[in-house]
Protein backbone atom coordinates (compact mmCIF):
# COMPACT_ATOMS: atom_id res chain seq x y z
CA UNK A 1 0.00 0.00 0.00
CA UNK A 2 1.04 3.63 -0.62
CA UNK A 3 1.50 5.63 2.58
CA UNK A 4 2.74 8.96 3.08
CA UNK A 5 3.80 10.23 6.62
CA UNK A 6 4.03 13.74 6.69
CA UNK A 7 6.36 15.60 9.92
CA UNK A 8 7.53 19.06 10.83
CA UNK A 9 4.94 21.18 11.56
CA UNK A 10 4.88 23.25 14.59
CA UNK A 11 4.83 27.19 15.66
CA UNK A 12 7.17 29.80 14.65
CA UNK A 13 7.21 33.68 14.50
CA UNK A 14 6.99 35.56 11.00
CA UNK A 15 10.27 35.59 9.71
CA UNK A 16 11.14 32.28 10.93
CA UNK A 17 11.76 28.92 8.72
CA UNK A 18 10.06 25.38 9.48
CA UNK A 19 11.25 21.90 7.29
CA UNK A 20 8.44 19.55 6.59
CA UNK A 21 8.67 16.10 5.50
CA UNK A 22 6.99 14.01 3.67
CA UNK A 23 8.26 10.10 3.95
CA UNK A 24 7.08 7.79 1.21
CA UNK A 25 6.71 3.96 1.36
CA UNK A 26 5.16 1.33 -1.27
CA UNK A 27 5.66 2.98 -4.15
CA UNK A 28 8.74 3.59 -6.71
CA UNK A 29 9.46 7.32 -6.14
CA UNK A 30 10.47 7.67 -9.97
CA UNK A 31 6.95 7.11 -11.17
CA UNK A 32 5.40 9.61 -9.28
CA UNK A 33 5.06 13.53 -8.94
CA UNK A 34 4.96 14.58 -5.23
CA UNK A 35 3.51 17.76 -4.08
CA UNK A 36 2.55 19.53 -1.10
CA UNK A 37 -0.73 21.38 -0.17
CA UNK A 38 -2.04 23.18 2.59
CA UNK A 39 -5.22 24.24 3.76
CA UNK A 40 -5.60 27.36 5.98
CA UNK A 41 -8.72 27.73 8.16
CA UNK A 42 -12.46 28.49 6.29
CA UNK A 43 -10.34 28.49 2.80
CA UNK A 44 -10.21 25.36 0.17
CA UNK A 45 -6.89 23.37 0.00
CA UNK A 46 -4.20 24.95 -2.37
CA UNK A 47 -1.27 23.60 -4.23
CA UNK A 48 2.17 25.07 -3.16
CA UNK A 49 4.96 23.14 -4.78
CA UNK A 50 5.45 19.92 -6.61
CA UNK A 51 8.44 17.74 -7.31
CA UNK A 52 8.95 15.08 -10.22
CA UNK A 53 10.09 11.69 -8.74
CA UNK A 54 11.84 10.84 -12.34
CA UNK A 55 13.78 13.98 -13.28
CA UNK A 56 13.01 16.44 -10.25
CA UNK A 57 11.51 19.03 -12.04
CA UNK A 58 9.88 21.21 -9.58
CA UNK A 59 6.92 23.99 -9.16
CA UNK A 60 5.82 26.25 -6.95
CA UNK A 61 3.21 28.45 -6.46
CA UNK A 62 3.38 32.24 -6.80
CA UNK A 63 2.83 33.07 -3.35
CA UNK A 64 5.36 30.45 -2.10
CA UNK A 65 8.34 31.39 -4.90
CA UNK A 66 12.06 32.41 -3.14
CA UNK A 67 10.88 31.34 0.49
CA UNK A 68 9.31 27.50 -0.55
CA UNK A 69 12.37 25.11 -1.64
CA UNK A 70 10.90 21.37 -2.93
CA UNK A 71 13.58 18.22 -2.54
CA UNK A 72 13.86 14.88 -3.03
CA UNK A 73 16.29 12.09 -1.48
CA UNK A 74 15.51 9.13 -3.49
CA UNK A 75 17.90 6.15 -0.95
CA UNK A 76 15.46 7.73 1.67
CA UNK A 77 12.07 7.97 0.00
CA UNK A 78 11.43 11.40 1.49
CA UNK A 79 10.17 14.42 0.12
CA UNK A 80 11.04 17.51 2.01
CA UNK A 81 9.94 21.21 1.51
CA UNK A 82 11.94 23.83 3.32
CA UNK A 83 10.34 26.82 4.42
CA UNK A 84 11.75 30.05 4.93
CA UNK A 85 10.76 33.83 5.62
CA UNK A 86 7.18 32.54 7.40
CA UNK A 87 4.79 35.04 7.20
CA UNK A 88 0.85 34.25 8.89
CA UNK A 89 -0.75 34.00 5.98
CA UNK A 90 1.34 30.81 5.34
CA UNK A 91 -0.83 29.01 8.87
CA UNK A 92 -2.25 25.74 7.24
CA UNK A 93 -2.21 22.28 7.60
CA UNK A 94 -0.02 21.16 5.33
CA UNK A 95 -0.76 18.11 3.29
CA UNK A 96 1.99 15.87 1.09
CA UNK A 97 0.56 13.49 -1.35
CA UNK A 98 1.70 11.43 -4.04
CA UNK A 99 0.43 11.30 -7.82
CA UNK A 100 0.91 8.81 -9.86
CA UNK A 101 1.03 8.36 -13.96
CA UNK A 102 -3.16 7.87 -14.41
CA UNK A 103 -3.76 11.17 -11.90
CA UNK A 104 -4.70 8.84 -8.91
CA UNK A 105 -3.71 10.57 -5.86
CA UNK A 106 -2.53 9.44 -2.74
CA UNK A 107 -2.58 11.38 0.77
CA UNK A 108 -0.68 11.56 4.26
CA UNK A 109 -1.85 13.23 6.97
CA UNK A 110 -1.65 16.68 7.51
CA UNK A 111 0.68 18.65 9.88
CA UNK A 112 -0.03 21.97 11.10
CA UNK A 113 2.20 25.12 10.79
CA UNK A 114 1.57 28.13 12.87
CA UNK A 115 3.11 31.49 11.70
CA UNK A 116 2.13 33.79 14.67
CA UNK A 117 2.89 37.88 13.87
Known amino acids: DVQLQASGGGLVQAGGSLRLSCRVSGLTLEDYVIGWMRQAPGKEREGIST????????FYTDSVKGRFTISRDTAATMISLQMNMLKPEDTAVYFCYAQDRWSKNYWGQGTLVTVSS
Open 51 to 58: ISGSDGST
